[in-house]
């Protein structure tokens, strides 16, 4: 890879080999994704551009020296319990939602692809987190809300100025991703809802100017089906301070988004939808959430990626540098064969949520399809992530390990993804209960024999992608229901592997391009076969090179 710095004086750029790259324009690979699913390669090198020099700098600088600041009182006395943000920070995310529209394009004849490549450039988890929420609180207004909540849409898409912030506040201490063992409680006060309790893991504290939350109205049944969606301005109808921020929480990582905790104390309330549909309209929330959670890994090992190849091909060891040294190549190889593998599925997942995010409950076999790859995908990506980042720092070595460089920060960022919006083990618990209530298996298998058919030029590694699936749901049916819990994960990596072996195989066919087949026959080779049986020098040095995709590969 190649990149033009000149006399680069931006002093960044002494920290960051990935400074100055456009983060869209060298990512071909998530090009003709978008091309194999939307049929064109959208314009977003405008955002490359930045993604590769601005919001590098910034975000970096805001995790290391700037991060958001609590303030609970004003100069006059009043508490308004705001986060004061790097106004770096704030111009990045206001050019984001303004100038770029990334929240804009499913509620304007656009696709959710657009949204997710464009979440996938920016990667920063922080600052994507503070989009995503605001989105999600878009989404249920705009699906579910009655007219006056209706009316935040516009601000929170980006529409009108000033944008509005929005929030998801699910979690409380006592459960965590339990939902049903929520205690917030909704009472109706005169007309009103009023809610009181508190959530132990609010991100876009002091910034939300309307938040969606889980609450039980008062006598509702126990569980999660007992919860309904509420929407919380930050001011009540008075124009009062509608609820409090308890604190802001120190962090690993994520730090460009405020992570607080909130307490309701009679905070006025508008209650979303139907009240006995709270807990799928919660849900159907998450999913939005958790494709942002799976793009986002993959675009933080993108970026790490990025970092290592440059490193790699300017550091000199023993006499030659780190990139012509084959265990180096295999290195890259390894790390670029999953991140492809893993950006396939997700993209997947995104395809089916876009084709069926209208539905509503009770929903179809579409949407519980897109539920169900969501939190297979959520699954994969955060595994690569956390494997990619922590190899490319590994090929830093020390320096690799050091605070001041980005390469130990996307090592950080990336471990949050296993976590949240629901851990490995609730999204493997999801996938069961996708199956096993929704039948959400039998698409999928209906809909991946179909494509695996398709395939003539490389059926034979489609095929032994299938071939896995298969066997993994032969096995299912022989086991007791505590040994498929115990085996959940294992089942819905080998699921998730076999989907992104047939999605690469299909792009090839489909594209016309010999390096995704190359991709799916390494990718199926390393995650399902237990090793490659293939590979050389050559390959992987064609491979790891992700601007050049033309590849001659002779078995």
Known sequence: ??????????????????????????????????????????????????????????????????????????????????????????????????????????????????????GYLISDPGLYCI?????????????YGNEELKRYVPKLIGDDKPINFGATWFTEIQGGSDLGANTTVAKVDGGKWRLYGDKYFASGVGLADIALTSARPEGGK????????FAVPRLDSSGNLNFIVRRLKD???????????????????????????????????LMVSRLAN?????????????????????????GKLLIEHPLVIRDLMDMEVALEGATALVFKAVDEFDRSWHDKPPYGDRYHYARL???????????????????????????????????????????ITPIWEGTSNIQALDMLEAMNKKNAHITMLSEMENTVASIKSYHEIAEAAMNAMRNTMQVISSLSSLEIEFRAKDILSTVGHAIS?????????????????????????????GGYKVGSYDLGRKIIDIENEVVTYVR
Request: without cysteine.
């Open 251 to 285: 962090k690993s990582g994520t730090n460009s988004v405020p992570t607080g905790e909130v307490e309701f104390h009679g905070s006025e309330a508008y209650l979303v939808g139907d009240q006995s549909n709270g807990i799928y309209y919660i849900m159907e929330d």
């Open 1 to 118: 890879m190649s990149r033009n710095i000149g006399d680069n004086i931006d002093v960044y750029g002494f920290l960051s080999n990935a400074y100055g790259i456009n983060m869209y324009d060298a990512d071909k690979p998530l090009q003709r994704i978008l091309q194999y699913f939307t049929g064109k390669i959208p314009s977003l090198s405008e955002l490359g551009i930045f993604a590769g020099r601005d919001l590098l700098e910034i975000t970096d600088y805001v995790d290391k020296i700037s991060k958001p600041k609590h303030i609970m009182w004003d100069v006059n006395g009043n508490r308004v319990d705001r986060v004061w943000l790097n106004p770096a920070e704030r111009y990045a995310i206001e050019k984001l939602v303004l100038d770029f529209g990334i929240n804009k394009p499913p509620y304007h004849g656009g696709s959710w692809h657009e949204h997710y490549a464009m």
């Open 501 to 529: 072996i047939i999605v690469l195989t299909d792009i090839a066919e489909k594209l016309g391009i010999e390096r995704y087949a190359v991709i799916a026959e390494l990718y199926l080779e390393r995650h399902l076969q």
């Open 294 to 318: 799976a793009i986002g890994a993959v675009g933080v090992a993108r970026k790490a990626y990025l970092e290592a190849y440059e490193y790699a091909s300017r550091r000199r060891a023993f």
């Open 373 to 415: 790859l969501t939190h297979i995908a959520k699954n994969v990506t955060a595994d690569a992530a956390a494997y990619i980042t922590r190899l490319a720092m590994e090929l830093y070595g020390g320096i690799g390990f050091l605070s001041e460089y980005p390469i130990e920060r996307w090592h950080r960022e990336a471990l």
């Open 131 to 143: 989009i995503t929420i605001t989105n999600q609180t878009a989404y249920a207004l705009h699906k």
């Open 222 to 229: 126990p569980g999660a089906k007992g919860l309904a969606l």
